[in-house]
């Protein structure tokens, strides 16, 4: 298994760079409306009421699964596929894994200090620092890139792509589900998870063709040659 190559197409790279800046851009204009009310607060309040219900059942425990997967349980497994990834000597996709994740963490985090918005007042799971944007939504986004290039092969990664977006948009459910996130929120932390994964992909091109280039020079069948001195008959 090798890590696939970055997009060749400048748009994957426009977007990268942009989406986040776009977020950020979000990120003030929160910061600078009244107090809790951005442009778009009638439609995040209207989905926080449509969306939620009992602490139990079925929802209710798959939203806790992925609210757990989304703090320090998910970060134990990450440590776990990135010792993975080092006993198979894929050190150079162990630290794209790593770097993305780091990456997106420090991104979002950067963002809310800029936002401060205020999370939802009926929100139903303890929950940290700012709401915009959510920090569990970017690094699930941020996750199914990282498995996008260095676990799936490249002629499965069109089937891989459906199944990305629907665990992204199934942890963006699970926060506003809990109503631990405004489902802006959730839209602008999936987007900026995955640009930055995106980003530092693009960024560690080199470290990941130079791994992709030895792994195929070592799985390529030997050539033999003819002894020396050995004569072919016509």
Same mark, same amino acid.
């Given at each position: 298994m090798t890590p696939n190559g970055?997009?060749?197409s400048r748009l994957a790279l426009v977007l990268a760079v942009?989406?986040?800046l776009g977020v950020l851009g979000d990120a003030l204009w929160v910061r600078l409306a009244a107090p809790g009310t951005p442009p778009w607060q009638g439609l995040d309040e209207s989905w926080n009421d449509l969306v939620g219900g009992p602490a139990d059942?079925?929802?209710w425990q798959l939203a806790q699964l992925l609210n757990r997967l989304g703090g320090e349980p998910g970060l134990a497994l990450l440590a776990i596929a990135v010792v993975a990834?080092?006993?198979a000597r894929r050190w150079r996709s162990a630290v794209?894994?790593?770097a993305a994740v780091a990456a997106t963490s420090l991104v979002v985090e950067l963002i809310k200090l *800029?936002?401060?918005r205020p999370r939802p007042l009926d929100v139903m799971v303890d929950t940290g620092s700012w709401a915009f944007p959510s920090g569990h939504s970017a690094r699930m986004a941020a996750f199914v890139v990282i498995v996008a290039v260095v676990w799936i092969p490249a002629r499965h990664l069109r089937a891989w792509w459906p199944v990305a977006v629907f665990l992204t948009v199934l942890m963006m459910g699970a926060r506003t589900w809990q109503h631990a996130h405004w489902l802006t929120d959730t839209i602008g932390g999936a987007a900026t998870g995955w640009a930055v994964a995106a980003l530092v992909w693009r960024v560690c091109t080199p470290l990941l063709d130079r791994e992709r280039a030895e792994r195929?020079? *070592?799985?390529?069948?030997?050539v033999v040659e003819p002894a020396a001195g050995e004569?072919?008959?016509?």
């Open positions: 970055f997009p060749k942009l989406v986040p059942g079925l929802r990834l080092l006993i794209f894994a790593c *800029v936002g401060e195929e020079a *070592v799985d390529a069948p030997a004569e072919h008959l016509s």
